[in-house]
Nanobody, 115 residues
Framework: QVQLVESGGGLVQAGGSLRLSCVIS????????IGWYRQAPGKQRELVAR???????IIADSLKGRFTISRDNAKNTVYLQMNSLKSGGSGVYYC?????????WGQGSQVTVTS
């Protein structure tokens, strides 16, 4: 069973930056199949960033220019760099497979953006 460990979240003022990390273990996966998801309070989980088949990042339209997804194959880790954060960016961030997430989620990483 795959294990997903997200980290790097925290409390940040609007306009600030955070970098999230997702360490994947338990099975061999192509990091190109990993995406970052966000669940804001009272809302459904949504995809915010992923890679396409060729490894190019795909960022949600509302986040383009501010969020970047990257990976380190040697560390089996996927990152989400979040710049110019807005209050709408608050939520719990998870990583998982895209397009069909695994049945088990990690604990997520809480991001709280204050104005």
């Amino acid at each position: 069973q795959v294990q997903l460990v997200e980290s790097g979240g925290g409390l940040v003022q609007a306009g600030g930056s955070l970098r999230l990390s997702c360490v994947i273990s338990g099975r061999i996966v192509s990091l190109n199949t990993i995406g970052w998801y966000r669940q804001a309070p009272g809302k459904q989980r949504e995809l915010v960033a992923r890679f396409n088949f060729g490894g190019t990042e795909i960022i949600a339209d509302s986040l383009k220019g501010r969020f970047t997804i990257s990976r380190d194959n040697a560390k089996n880790t996927v990152y989400l760099q979040m710049n110019s954060l807005k209050s709408g960016g608050s939520g719990v961030y998870y990583c998982s497979r895209y397009p069909v997430p695994w049945g088990n989620w990690g604990q997520g990483s809480q991001v709280t953006v204050t104005s």
